[in-house]
């Protein structure tokens, strides 16, 4: 049975266009109105969700709720922007997608970019050397397998590029960090990733951190990257 992708869109020939484009990589596209509950309905069966932004609103929220539930936390997203929204590509990344798409559809590029966020979500990435699957640090603890972070104020699920940032910067404690070090460690080779795209990131790692710990354990430094304090618990 081949894999299903849902496709959150009220719009019918988006759908029958990408559901073209998608069995043509051996996928089958399933329509879904973008709501969160029809969302967590189907996504046990499901291998990813591709959102519709046609209305930027809905569709960042339906995003962050997406990301924000159990449920659905670690599903692979992709979210297609028409090119007079391509202003709101950060805001996308911040609300939680994996890859955005602008539009008309290439069918070559969704399909290799879905291919690759599932891969991604599937995988967290190659590990340092001797790193265990769970291990603790500072006042927090983290799952290798599940890439959760939990801490004395609560837990939160990391996506395998945060993941990857912060083993990263697990590995140069109390050291700066910079951008293109990041870019090395936490995306695939030859891929295009701007300062933004990384400052995003980090930004979501310190939140997670936050929400696990309390703590602001990542701290900017100037023209230069991040540095990583953890207090020890």
Request: charged fraction near 25%.
């Amino acid at each position: 049975m081949a894999p299903i992708i849902l496709v959150a869109t009220e719009d019918a020939d988006f759908s029958l266009l990408l559901s073209h484009a998608l069995a043509s990589g051996g996928f089958q596209a399933i329509a879904i109105a973008p709501r969160i509950e029809d969302v967590e309905t189907r996504i046990s069966t499901s291998k990813a969700l591709i959102v519709d932004s046609t209305d930027i609103d809905r569709a960042l929220e339906l995003c962050r709720r997406a990301r924000s539930r159990q449920r659905t936390a670690t599903v692979p997203m992709m979210a297609f922007i028409r090119a007079q929204h391509e202003n709101h590509y950060l805001k996308f990344l911040k609300a939680g997608v994996d890859e955005c798409v602008l539009r008309p559809l290439s069918p070559e590029l969704i399909l290799s970019g879905l291919r690759a966020i599932i891969t991604r979500r599937d995988q967290p990435g190659p590990a340092p050397t001797c790193r265990r699957r769970s291990e603790h640090i500072g006042a927090m603890s983290l799952d290798g397998s599940t890439r959760m972070l939990e801490g004395p104020h609560g837990k939160a699920s990391l996506s395998p590029t945060e993941y990857r940032i912060l083993l990263r910067m697990l590995a140069s404690p109390g050291q700066v960090v910079s951008r293109r070090d990041l870019i090395e460690a936490a995306w695939p080779p030859g891929r295009f990733v701007d300062d933004k795209t990384v400052d995003v990131h980090v930004s979501k790692l310190r939140k997670a951190i936050h929400i696990a710990t309390g703590d602001k354990a990542i701290r900017t430094v100037r023209s230069n990257g991040f540095m990583a304090n953890f207090n020890k618990g």
